[in-house]
């Protein structure tokens, strides 16, 4: 089982219930996309981190393809106003090189302005990151009701004051 990062260490939450109010988050944060941007998607199976890149992915007009989780192909690329690269680690063990299914050439797509990624399990990749790469995460945790969720926030080395205001403005 994979250890997710505590939610203390994450100042800024939202909630939201069910699939659609999950979704309208996804398309809300793609407004705040412009490039460039890694996104590291923490959470336990059907904590809805997929559910999450289908609004994304809705929000960049991405179409004509359906936005699934990339568990077995471990990368689904897609078009739209920006390119995505869906990252899934989930099957990967830790130490595995991620050369092997190009992540480098994803990331330099990436860092070059021209794509965004969002890595679902990402802890094989986070060492591989440094401390000092940029980055938004998010830690998705149930919440009282059976649908509903919480969505934690931090960005580093700094949260985006943008998706500060996306995620309510005020601290946990």
Sequence with gaps: MTAFPDPAGFPYRIATRGAEQTMVLGRRVAELLGGGEIVLLHGDLG???TCFVQGVCAGLNVTGQDVVSPTFTLVNTYDG????????????????????????????????????????WPAVLE????ADTPRV???????DEPDARWWHLRGLPETPAAWIEVFGGESC
């Design 47 to 49: 904590a809805g981190k």
């Design 81 to 120: 106003r920006l390119t995505v690269h869906h990252l899934d680690f989930y099957r990967v063990e830790p130490g595995h090189n991620l050369e092997d299914i190009g992540v480098p050439d994803l990331l330099d797509d990436v860092w070059d302005g021209q794509a965004v990624a969002l890595i679902e």
């Design 127 to 130: 060492a591989g990151l440094g």
């Design 137 to 143: 995460e998010l830690l998705v945790t149930p919440a």
